[in-house]
């Protein structure tokens, strides 16, 4: 009882328990075969559509179920805590959902948002390159003008949720600038290859998508013509930052319970590990990490939910602390756990994997220390040009 | 009463408090702003204004200059003039 009070750090709203519950009974218990196997188990994706997870985030008259960020943020942690490979999916579909109800036309709303909204249809967000990741504006995807449309190359990798989705979001230079796409995934022209052999996050469907000539009518275009990196990009990575941070606290929490859990129960030098100073040092650490990352993931989606345009900085500043802060957890958890921790299948193990990846995606550590000091900067040295 | 100007400035002058920029200089072209900024900026202008900035209105241009923001602010809040 005390360490699941440690676990879950602030109280607890009616959404955020309703979740907890789910995620207990259906999501964590098969996380490990779904590592294993490097796939999201049929069971996890009906559980997410039945309890209206993939249209959390999209409003109630387009079928979703209205969630603010607040409470889109606490689903992602706690879907995270219990699979951080179906959080990714989650964290995908969420991107396109908010990018077309955003910045979509009316028609585009009504062809994609309902059946978006039920899962029916999963999103995957396409933008990283061969040779652009951080760096979105280095992409060299093309889409060339064509009567009444645009004919589009690309090549996207680690593409999440690439195997699943049934819509595509592409981003390609156009004559006018950097565009976005929907592009239904069965388009003519549309490779998708599965990605095997991942280090974390291994159930969460990647794959490489190679757009080959495939011609697309205008209204298929999303958002502003050649403004897509200052808008549907920039603006939907911030969903997606907001998500990885909430699943990031998810795997502080459950690396918490696993390694408190495992610490009570292994026998040393005549008590138990949690006897050890040393491991309380690291049980700390993973407890007010979990309540940092939780209280900054709020702060950021209680600025989006205001729309703050203060949100931005506190998204980055949210994804930094918890990202970090789930690899050293990982790190400690799987050392508290020794030996058994090596293995496949011990769920720690799997922790450590997907912490890892948390600091890759959605801008890498390096990328937001570059960001936020560079703020910081401008706000309190001066700007340097 | 703030102007639309001042509001704007205001909002800019807290971002980048070291610097000083004319209504007509181009932000973007100062070379220390980017897409997160651009994201701030149409969040600040929507919230503050009440309007949603359609796809049409959404390019740099429209970004550039405190001028610009202005004139995207009135002509579609004409209260705001």
């Given at each position: 009882m005390h360490s699941q009070t440690l676990a879950a750090p602030n109280p607890c709203s009616e959404w955020r328990h309703q979740v907890r519950v789910v995620v207990d009974e259906h999501v964590a218990p098969g996380a490990d075969a779904c590592d294993r196997d490097a796939r999201i188990s049929p069971h996890a994706l009906d559980v997410a559509a039945r309890e209206g997870w993939?249209?959390?985030?999209?409003?109630?008259d387009v079928g979703g179920t209205g969630r603010d960020w607040v409470d889109v943020s606490a689903l992602h942690e706690e879907v995270g805590?219990?699979?951080?490979?179906?959080?990714?999916?989650l964290t995908v579909h969420t991107m396109v959902g908010h990018a077309i109800d955003r910045w979509g036309t009316d028609a585009q709303r009504e062809q994609w948002l309902a059946q978006l909204a039920t899962g029916a249809t999963l999103g995957a967000f396409c933008l990283t390159e061969p040779e652009a990741g951080s760096d979105a504006a280095a992409l060299s995807a093309r889409a060339e003008r064509v009567r009444h449309g645009y004919r589009l190359s690309a090549t996207k990798c680690w593409i999440t949720g690439g195997l699943t989705a049934g819509l595509l979001l592409i981003f390609a230079r156009s004559p006018s600038g950097i565009c976005a796409f929907l592009v239904p995934a069965e388009s003519v022209g549309v490779t998708r290859t599965p990605v095997a052999g991942l280090l974390g996050t291994r159930a969460s469907m990647l794959a490489e998508v190679v757009v080959d000539a495939c011609e697309v009518p205008d209204t298929a275009l999303l958002g502003p013509d050649g403004f897509a990196l200052a808008t549907v990009i920039t603006g939907t990575l911030e969903v997606g930052r907001l998500s990885v941070a909430s699943g990031s606290v998810g795997i502080v929490r459950a690396c918490l319970q696993a390694a408190s859990g495992h610490a009570a129960r292994r026998s040393c030098a005549g008590g138990t590990l949690k006897d050890q100073q040393l491991?309380?040092?690291?049980?700390?650490?993973?407890?007010?990490?979990?309540?940092?990352?939780r209280l900054l993931c709020e702060r950021a989606a209680r600025l989006k939910d205001t729309g703050d345009?203060?949100?931005v900085m506190a998204t980055w500043i949210a994804k930094y602390h918890a990202a970090r802060a789930a690899a050293r957890a990982a790190g400690d958890a799987v050392q508290i756990y020794?030996?058994?921790?090596?293995?496949?299948?011990?769920?720690?193990?799997?922790?450590?994997?997907?912490?890892k990846v948390m600091e890759i995606i959605e801008g890498s550590t390096e990328l937001h220390q570059v960001t936020i000091a560079d703020d910081a900067d401008r706000q309190m040295s001066g700007c340097a040009p | 009463m703030p102007t639309t100007t001042e509001d704007i400035r205001d909002f800019i002058h807290a971002k980048f408090p070291h610097v000083t920029i004319a209504d007509e200089e181009d932000i973007f072209g100062l070379g220390f702003v980017n897409s997160l900024f651009a994201m701030e900026l149409v969040m600040f202008l929507e919230g503050h204004f009440g309007f949603r900035i359609g796809n049409e209105d959404l390019e740099l241009s429209n970004f550039r200059t405190v001028v610009a923001m202005e004139r995207l602010v009135v002509r579609n809040v004409p209260a705001a003039a």
């Open positions: 993939w249209g959390a985030a999209l409003p109630v805590r219990g699979c951080s490979s179906l959080r990714s999916l491991v309380r040092r690291m049980l700390t650490d993973m407890v007010v990490d979990a309540r940092a990352g345009p203060e949100t020794g030996a058994r921790g090596c293995v496949t299948g011990a769920s720690v193990d799997r922790y450590y994997r997907d912490a | -």
